[in-house]
């Protein structure tokens, strides 16, 4: 169902994050994320001046790489457009993430390696949906390959990940009682 018609308004600031997840020849995957922030009008920054409407303010890019099991091997961001002249500098810090596994503790792990003073806001805030998209990119692409369903989780035989995550996965939900009956609680 869409948004109902919205009152008289004019835009005024557009933040665009596209996130990719490729699969690599080596058997890694790289999910890559590229956030702008611009404005509909021309405004003055101290460090690069007249900023024009469509320009960026905040440019960032992220690529992390990792393996079928989650776990990041490698950390690559970049800061292409910032407030601040120095804001570039601390992209290096994000190689703290190597070695921390996608999955339960992942926005806690990056708080706690990257998070505050020894990183960037945007580029952290980026980095927590990329688990998503890592998971959207690798789970789907194993079943797809052995012929199952995307939400076939029976294989597993333990409790599916997804449980209680959302409405659909509530574990009283008709979803659950369709596709993994063992965990269904409702009557």
Not at 118 to 127: A, D, P, Q, V
Not at 160 to 177: F, G, I, M, Q, R
Request: glycine share 6%; charged share 25%.
């Amino acid at each position: 169902m869409p948004l109902s018609t919205a009152a008289p308004r004019k835009p005024i600031h557009t933040r665009e994050i596209r996130y990719t997840g490729y699969e690599r020849e080596d058997g890694q995957f790289d999910i890559e994320a590229h956030m702008t922030d611009t404005k509909t009008y021309p405004f003055a920054n101290d460090w690069r001046g007249q900023i024009s409407p469509g320009e960026a303010l905040h440019e960032m890019l992220v690529r992390i790489t990792v393996d079928d099991a989650f776990i990041v091997t490698n950390v690559e961001a970049s800061t292409e457009n910032s407030p601040f002249q120095i804001c570039p500098d601390i992209t290096p810090n994000y190689t703290a993430l190597i070695g921390l596994k996608m999955g339960r503790g992942w926005r806690e792990g990056i708080r706690e390696r990257v998070g505050g003073v020894k990183g960037c806001t945007h580029i952290t805030e980026i980095l927590y949906q990329m688990a998503t998209v890592a998971f959207q990119t690798i789970s789907p692409l194993k079943k797809h390959r052995s012929k199952r369903p995307d939400s076939d989780t029976r294989h597993l035989g333990k409790k599916p990940v997804v449980l209680n995550t959302c409405h659909a996965w509530a574990d009283d939900s008709p979803v659950v009682k369709a596709i993994v009956p063992d965990f269904y609680t409702g009557k």
